[in-house]
């Protein structure tokens, strides 16, 4: 069976025969497509691409090439100084402080993953949070991630959600870094970007990051909705506190309450007013479990010397 261009050539024979005055160009063309020259011809030209296509850039999009992570240097917490600046510390003291924190965590930590949990949409979440400005809720916030890290069996991660004034870190004394707002924005890709290893094993951080015009909508965006059900779900053992803003005159602290099963409403003695605080539970969810530390609350003990005092109390219906 002849093929193709062994048909082809033979109509174009007999054409030229009709026609003497295509006999140059038929020359022309069986130079090109002779059988014994087609070969040749493809296999240059095979060449010939393989040359361009190692010399030309690849044609895939610059967005879809993904730069490799590299692991973010861990936060390195100076817990003496902590502790000299009235913290938690993590060496099982006897502390009064200490003590205060583990009678608070060990009712949050009730809740998380005891009964009651059944009861609640993301037990495991607490946010912690205050009727208005200055009455310790950060400090509150950084003190029950560090008790709750020195349990046995559980890990913390600790969020700086207070966008608009973020704290967690100078509390701790650390540099700012990129956090949340910056996973938000999509200026960093992953949430692993911004979730931050610390010199204890069992508690991370995420900072704020940088404030932004958008912060409510971002908040209440789909994507951190997505975020916080895998922080809620993908570890079973793991508590996430969140440092929000005030309740009152403040939209994003009402939107982070929807996120959390718990909410820790720090309340500063001699300073909060009954309506303040009525006021900021009338803001939270109220399938919520909520409670209430006393912070600033200033007692004398045996030898008269002053201390902070922390509790927590289950609101009352």
């Known amino acids: 069976m002849k093929n193709t261009i062994e048909k082809a050539l033979e109509k174009q024979k007999a054409q030229s025969k009709s026609d003497p ?22 296999d240059d030209n095979h060449k010939e691409r393989n040359i361009k296509a190692k010399q030309a850039p ?6 879809t090439k993904k730069t490799p992570t590299r692991a973010a ?5 100076d817990f003496e100084r902590l502790a000299e600046n009235g913290h938690v510390t993590l060496g099982g003291e006897r502390k009064q402080i200490n003590e205060e924190y583990r009678e608070i965590k060990r009712k949050l930590l009730a809740n998380a993953f005891g009964p009651l949990s059944k009861t609640l949409k993301n037990p495991n ?3 912690v949070t205050s009727s208005r400005p200055s009455e310790g809720k950060t400090f509150t916030a950084t003190n029950l991630a560090l008790s709750i890290a020195s349990e046995q069996d559980k890990t913390v991660l600790l969020i700086d959600a207070d966008v608009l004034k973020p704290n967690v870190l100078r509390t701790l004394e650390l540099k700012p870094r990129k956090g949340l707002m910056e996973y938000l924005t999509g200026d960093v890709e992953d949430i692993s970007d911004v979730l931050y290893h610390t ?3 069992k508690l991370k951080l995420i900072p704020a990051g940088k404030s932004h015009h958008l912060s409510t909508e971002m908040l209440a965006s789909y994507k951190m909705h997505e975020t916080v ?24 602290s009402a939107i982070l309450a929807n996120f959390a099963g718990q909410a820790v409403v720090v309340v500063e003695e001699g300073k909060a007013k009954i309506a303040d605080i009525k006021l900021a539970v009338e803001r939270l969810n109220p399938e919520m479990a909520i409670g209430f530390v006393v912070n600033k609350s200033v007692h004398n003990d045996t030898d008269h010397s002053g201390y902070y005092g922390y509790y927590y109390a289950e609101r009352s219906e």
């Open 125 to 127: 979440i607490i946010m």
């Open 229 to 252: 059900d895998e922080f809620a779900n993908r570890y079973p053992d793991r508590i996430v506190i969140f440092d929000t803003p005030p309740l009152i005159g403040i939209n994003e």
């Open 73 to 77: 240097k861990p936060f390195h917490i």
């Open 199 to 201: 010199n204890v094993d």
């Open 58 to 63: 690849s044609e895939e999009p610059l967005a």
């Open 21 to 42: 005055n295509e006999n140059a160009a038929l020359d022309t063309r069986e130079k090109v497509e002779t059988p014994d020259t087609a070969p040749q011809q493809m």
